[in-house]
């Protein structure tokens, strides 16, 4: 499994991806939108993408925008993990294709959570 | 679920104490209970750094952190998982810290009715000049036995 971790800090990069890598990923990175979508052209099998929503050049809001636009992207799974906590962006951002929202700050748990609720990693063991 | 308020109910610490404790908790410390009010006087930040970000509207609305390098630096490998003699990078300085900003300005602004975009982080070494600007709200924090400041401006 590959997932593109976009964000412009790339603390939160190395964050959001060493938890993607542990869970068994192949982490590409991008630091804004636009750069986003070139990795999304440029490399096969990306299933999943993080994605904060302000950044430079793109936001992910457009970035997602752009994404449902592409059939050849149809399949691909987008979560917003970002500050913007308001009723309002979240709703605006699940309305324009994304499939789930992430507010920082987050525990691993919460991504892995969500992950599993997704289908893209196994459910773990619960005694 | 929290209440939509009006930037001056957060002219009060604890909301902004919940924050920066929850972020501290989660992404920073790893458990509960490192990040407390500061009780103290006042205190002298040892070669501050200043890192705000801006919540657009009506009025321009600054969220400021201000940390001493060296708190800086340990809040940076905190962040990263690094070791405590490791050096940091101002580059990982400057990222880490704006991504601190940029959180706790993020969920203050989800706490307000109607607030504008957030702006990206800006770290400086000089404090911005805010001779324009209302001071609406400042507080200390004590993390690790060093002072953390935030504080939150109207800008004119």
Not at chain 1, 30 to 41: F, H, N, T
Request: glycine residues 10%; charged residues 20%; hydrophobic residues 45%.
């Amino acid at each position: 499994m590959k997932a593109l971790v976009i964000d412009d800090s790339r603390v939160m990069r190395r964050i959001v991806g060493g938890i993607l890598v542990g869970a068994g990923f192949e982490v590409v990175e991008a630091g804004d939108g636009q750069e986003a979508l070139d990795q999304l052209a440029a490399h096969d099998g990306i299933t999943l993408c993080c994605i904060d929503w302000n950044m430079p050049v793109m936001t992910g809001f457009e970035f997602v925008v752009e994404v449902r636009k592409q059939p050849q992207w149809r399949d691909v799974t987008l979560m917003m993990i970002t500050t913007e906590g308001e009723q309002d962006q979240i709703v605006r951002a699940l309305a324009a294709g994304a499939h789930e929202y992430v507010i920082k700050p987050f525990t691993p748990e919460v991504i892995l959570d969500k992950l599993q609720f997704l289908g893209l990693v196994e459910m773990k063991e619960t005694v | 679920m929290t209440t939509p308020a009006s930037w001056e109910t957060l002219v009060g610490d604890d909301p902004v104490l919940t924050i920066a404790q929850d972020l501290f908790t989660t992404m920073i410390d790893g458990e509960p209970g490192h990040l407390s009010p500061w009780l103290a006087d006042t205190p002298d930040m040892d070669d501050a750094r200043y890192t705000w970000v801006d919540v657009a509207g009506p009025i321009v609305t600054r969220v400021m952190l201000t940390a001493g390098r060296a708190t800086g630096e340990n809040l940076t490998r905190a962040l990263l998982v690094m070791g405590a003699e490791e050096p940091v990078s101002d580059a990982d300085f400057a990222d880490a810290i704006g991504e601190i900003v940029n959180v706790v300005g993020g969920n203050i602004k989800s706490l307000v009715t109607s607030p504008g975009a957030l702006s990206l982080p800006v770290v400086a070494h000089e404090a911005p000049d805010m001779s324009h600007g209302t001071r609406l709200m400042e507080t200390y924090f004590g993390w690790k036995g060093a002072p953390l400041g935030v504080s939150l401006w109207a800008l004119s």
